[in-house]
Structures are given as C-alpha cells and as structure tokens.
C-alpha cells in the first residue's frame, strides 16, 4: 500500500466520513438502491413504484436532517447515543409525512415537499452554531466552505459520471461487450447518491475543531464576481422595477400577476449579494459595496409594497392557492426581515436562515399551513358559486371559467369529493357512474360548462380537441370488430383487397361529404355522419384525456368511431368544422 500514498489516503478519508456521519451514509445507499430499483420496475407495478419513490424522496430529507442533527450534537459535544435516537424519531416523523402522500403525489404534496426540503437545508447552515457562542466571522466562513463544497462536489461528480460513462461505451464499441440496458443509470445513480454524498459530507466543516478553526479567508475572485457581475445586474433589475411602479402611480394601473416573482427574484439576489460582500462591505476601500449594503434594505421598501398590492389583489379576485399562499408568506418574511435590519444596529446575519426556515415550517403543518389555507379558501368559493347555483343565477363566462378552475384544483388536490358536501345531490351521482370523472364530467353534472383558462368570450374563437391516451401501455378490447383504419379530413380512402376475413377479400373507400364520409365497404355504402355529430358534442373545448365515440349500426357492420383531432372555427358566429381526424373500428356481423 505504500506505493499508492493516495489511494492509502482517499481509503482513509471515507473510512472517517462514514465513521463520522454513518446514518447521513446509509440513507445516501439506500436512497441510491431505491432509485436503481425504481428504474427497474415495469409501468405496471404502481404499488411498488409508489413504495420506491416516496422512499427516495425520504432519505433524501432524513439526510439533510441527519446532517443538522450531527453538526448540532457534534458542536455541543454531547453523546452519539442521544443523536442517533433524535436521528430516528425526527427522521421516522419526515419518513411519516411523505408516506402520507397520495398514491399519485399532487402538486400540492409536491410544493410541501419543497418546502420541507427547504427547511432542512436552511437548518444545517445554522445548526452547528446554535450550541456555541455566535461569532459572525466564523458563521460567513462555514457557510462558504459549505458553499464552495457543493459546487465542487457536483463538478467531481459530472467529471466522474462522464468518465465512466465513456469508458463503458468505449468498451461496447471497441470489444462488442454487450451490457445491461440501464447500465449508464446504475453508474449514475451510483456516482450522484454515494459518491457525491460521501465526497461532499467529507469536507464539511466543524464549528468547534480547535487544530482547524474558522477563520475568514475571503476569495478575491468572489469579490470580483459580485462587484463587477451581481450588484450590476441588482442595480439595473431595481431600476425597472421602480420605475414600473412609477408607471403604475402615474396611470392608477393594476399591477400585473408576475410582478411578484420579479420582485421576489430581486431580493433573493439582493440578499445573496448582501450575503456574499457582508465581511468586506464595511472596509472604506469598498465604496460601491458599502453603499449597497447601507442602501439595499431601504430601496426594497417600495418594491415590498408593490409586492403587497399584487397578491393581495389577486388573493381578493381568486382566493389562495398554494403558490399565492407562498408569495404573501415570502412577502411578510422580507418586511421581517427588511425590518430586522433597518431597526438592530448589529444585525446577526444568521437572522436569514433562521427566520426563513422557521417560516418555512409556518407554512407545511397546522391549520395555518398552505394546504390547510388554500383548501378552506377554495371550497369557500366553491360554495358561494353553489349558492347561486341554488338560487338558479346562470353563470357568465368568466364565472365559469373561475368555477372551472376552482373544481380543477379541488379535484387534483383533494378528490372530487372534497366537493360532494356543497353540491348537494349533484356529485353523488356521478361518484357513483364514475369514481375518478373528468374536470368536464364535474362541471357538466353540476349544470355549467367547463372552461379553460384560456378560452376567451370571442364569436370567432377557434375550438380545438386533440384526444391523447395518458395511460401508457394501456390495452384496447377490440373484440367484435375485425377491420381498424384512420381517416382524416380532407383526404379521402382507397385500399383494395385490404384484408381477408374468412376467405372473404375486403376492399375499402372513403367519399368526403358535406356531412361527413361515405364509407364503401365492398359494394356496400355506409354514411358517417361526422359533422352533425361534431356540431352536437363539441360546442366547447373538452379535455384531452377524454374520449369521445360514435356508434353507427347497419344491418351488415357495427361501426366505432373514436374521435382523435377536431377542430372548429366559427364564421359569422356559425360553426364549421375545419378538420378532423378519427379511428373507425368495422364489425362484420
């Protein structure tokens, strides 16, 4: 072993790291054979998939707070009995909260997720320092190192990846070696959850290692970056901003819906570049970021104001939503904290992360929690429109367009029969033809129309279908019928001979009509009366998941139509079929 030094050394360094965060390992292996397992399992195994796919999502929280709770008992310098049995229980509770998910997981679940993910990376940039005396110097420094370790672990893992990758392929071309098909995603799983977990974790720093003490060394080339790179950008960001709220005073407009993002964009790069010049700032040498730093927290009052008005005013038209939820949440954390640093004369930097986690647990559990809201004020307005559905006032078009959203996101969140106790006998019915009906199905049973969120209120709006099959590797009974082919306007059908069925040859045409299709079959005519239908069952956008058929019966054939592409523009407010595309199944009786 003496002649590889460095091999010795790499040996010996992840004997330590796995000493030194054994349960942070064990996650990353078992999250990494979840994840090779997962890619293995057919469509079809839906249980097992879901089984799998929460438990990757799960050890990838427990190893963000299995990392908090080692920097946190590692600086307290208490025993490892204790941390491994907090380890357990808090990470038996995460492992809780994701198996509560849905068998699909819904948008919502997701954005909790996220948001919990958030949390517990915000907590191991604090947590090793919650024990010991805060030193402001010191903290700036663990986090950069954090920082720096992050991006150097991803760069070692790409570099790696690649390699490998290109010797594996290099092997299969150059030596006709055949490898298993998922080979290039057993290395990758490999590299990204072990490797780059166990490199990473190895340079973690220690808030109170005495032969390794914090201490600030502030990179040159980082100091360039913002000054010359980042606080420009902020500078010209915060100038479009102020001066689209001066356009908003000057017209007495209304803000528009995504001028909340912008502003959310600018002050979490505002912050980051306060983050980033905080150790140098105050030196006279730094005029250009002293003046930021002196600067920025007052130049974002106006800009929290406009950010206010905005979701307040589409909170008032819409009600909450998860994502309205998590602006106005954003929003109070930025007057917090913007108040926070205008009020302390010595603000602790650490005031950030913590403050920003500790809304983040505000908003994933609890009556207060952004499910919680949101679903309450949807099912509020749900209610109202069912009120004046009971008072029988007909709907406009833009109601009907706000019901069809508000029915979209109860049914994708919470199940059609969140609904059921405000619609009265409306939705009992269906429940009972149907167990999982369509956003249509839901709108059409409680007596209106559904409407997109793109739909507009215009006499030549152009109506479109485009029927799509979301069940991959779905099987369709075609018993009865002996015959399938496609057929699309304008063009027209011609197959002679096409098939024999018992020791019958079968030839087939098609005629373009003004009401469809003739269909020949032999010497025999059948009429498809396309258009008629189309008039009759399209007179608004239906989803794309749902399918629509025509049944046509002659004493000969039984025929099935399966509606594949419609569309219908309008003339004079008159409906014309502008194209369509559909799946005639023929029956020989």
């Not at 808090?90 to 919990?116: C, H, M, P, R, W």
């Not at 919650?130 to 030193?135: H, M």
């Not at 109170?208 to 060394?217: R, V």
């Not at 078009?397 to 969140?413: G, M, P, W």
Request: glycine content about 4%.
């Amino acid at each position: 072993m003496s002649r590889l030094p460095s091999l010795q050394t790499v040996l010996n360094s992840t004997i330590k790291t796995i000493s030194k965060f054994p349960l942070e390992t064990f996650v990353a292996v078992l999250g990494t054979i979840f994840a090779i397992i997962y890619n293995d399992l057919p469509y079809d195994y839906d249980a097992s998939r879901e089984f799998y796919t929460k438990g990757l999502l799960s050890c990838s929280l427990c190893l963000m707070l299995f990392l908090s709770i080692s920097l946190y008992f590692q600086a307290s310098r208490k025993g490892n009995v204790i941390r491994f049995l907090t380890s357990i229980v808090l990470g038996s509770l995460v492992t809780g909260f994701v198996f509560s998910f849905k068998e699909n997981i819904t948008s919502a679940e997701i954005q909790q997720y996220f948001a919990l993910s958030i949390v517990l990376h915000l907590l191991v940039s604090f947590a090793g320092f919650l024990p010991i005396k805060y030193k402001q110097e010191e903290f700036w420094e663990f986090n950069k190192q954090l920082f720096i370790r992050i991006l150097t672990s991803g760069l070692y893992t790409v570099v790696l990846y690649c390699g490998l990758a290109l010797a594996v392929l290099a092997v299969e071309k150059l030596f006709k070696v055949e490898f298993y098909d998922h080979i290039y995603f057993y290395i990758f799983f490999t590299i990204a959850g072990i490797f780059n977990t166990l490199f990473f974790l190895s340079g973690v720093p220690e808030t109170t290692n005495t032969e390794k003490p914090l201490q600030l060394n502030y990179p040159k080339g980082l100091k360039n970056f913002t000054q010359f790179v980042l606080l420009p950008l902020i500078s010209l960001y915060l100038v479009i901003l102020i001066c689209y709220e001066a356009k908003i005073l000057v017209t007495q407009s209304l803000p528009v819906g995504w001028v909340s993002y912008l502003v959310l964009i600018f002050a979490f790069f505002g912050i980051l570049s306060f983050l980033l010049v905080h150790p140098i700032a105050s030196q006279s040498s730094n005029l250009w970021m002293k003046t930021f730093n002196r600067w920025f927290y007052f130049l974002l009052i106006p800009l929290l104001i406009l950010l206010f008005w905005a979701i307040f005013y589409r909170i008032n038209l819409y009600g909450f939503t998860h994502e309205r939820y998590y602006v106005l949440l954003l929003c109070v954390w930025l007057a917090v904290v913007v108040g926070y640093f205008l009020v302390i004369k010595h603000p602790k930097i650490k005031f950030i992360p913590i403050s920003m986690c500790l809304a983040g647990l505000f908003s994933i559990i609890g009556p207060q929690s952004a499910d919680s809201v949101s679903k309450r004020s949807q099912l509020s307005r749900f209610e109202s429109f069912m009120q004046q559905s009971s008072e029988k006032k007909n709907l406009t078009f833009e109601e009907e367009k706000d019901l069809s959203s508000i029915v979209t996101f109860l049914k994708d969140n919470y199940g059609t029969e969140s609904m059921v106790p405000y619609a009265k006998t409306k939705l009992e019915a269906l429940l009972k033809r149907d167990k999982r009906p369509s956003d249509y199905e839901i709108m059409e049973a409680l007596g209106y129309e559904y409407r997109y969120y793109y739909e507009k209120k215009e006499e030549n709006n152009t109506l479109y279908y485009n029927y799509y099959e979301n069940e991959s590797g779905s099987i369709e009974n075609i018993h009865d019928y002996d015959i399938s082919l496609m057929l699309s306007s304008p063009n027209e059908f011609k197959c002679t001979n096409c098939t024999k069925i018992d020791n019958k040859s079968y030839s087939i045409k098609s005629y373009t009509k003004d009401y469809g299709v003739d269909l020949q079959i032999n010497d025999d005519l059948v009429p498809l009366e396309i258009k008629p239908f189309i008039y009759k069952n399209f007179k608004h956008n239906r989803p794309s998941d749902e399918k629509v058929t025509q049944t046509i019966t002659t004493p000969k054939y039984n025929i099935l139509i399966t509606y594949i592409v419609v569309t219908v523009g309008y003339k004079d407010t008159k409906p014309i079929v502008d194209n369509y595309q559909i799946k005639v199944m023929i029956g020989i009786k």
